[in-house]
Nanobody, 114 residues
Framework: QVQLVESGGGLVQPGGSLRLSCAAS????????MSWYRQAPGKERELVAF????????NYPDSVKGRFTISRDNAKNTVYLQMNSLKPEDTAVYYC???????WGQGTQVTVSS
């Protein structure tokens, strides 16, 4: 079955960095665009990064552009989210998703606090 497993979340100080990973299985990973979403308490889930399947083109909202970088390793069936210059407002549960498959990971908590 389709499975997405995130890792790499944690507590970091403002200005710090984290790298999230998402290991995929149960589908042909290289054929699907992959996304990272986040959801903060009391807020709607929002897209923070997308990477396409073939060209590996990327998209980001203005809130994270220049700070977050999504990448993928099709040989390892893994998608990454490098997060730099983290701010307290980046605190949320982060999910990876293969939206075309309606497949979501369980989420990993990122907390930015001093």
């Amino acid at each position: 079955q389709v499975q997405l497993v995130e890792s790499g979340g944690g507590l970091v100080q403002p200005g710090g960095s984290l790298r999230l990973s998402c290991a995929a299985s149960g589908f042909t990973f290289r054929n699907y665009g992959m996304s990272w979403y986040r959801q903060a308490p009391g807020k709607e889930r929002e897209l923070v990064a997308f990477i396409s399947s073939v060209t590996k083109s990327t998209n980001y909202p203005d809130s994270v552009k220049g700070r977050f970088t999504i990448s993928r390793d099709n040989a390892k069936n893994t998608v990454y989210l490098q997060m730099n210059s983290l701010k307290p407002e980046d605190t949320a549960v982060y999910y990876c998703a293969a939206v075309r498959l309606n497949a979501w990971g369980q989420g990993t908590q990122v907390t930015v606090s001093s």
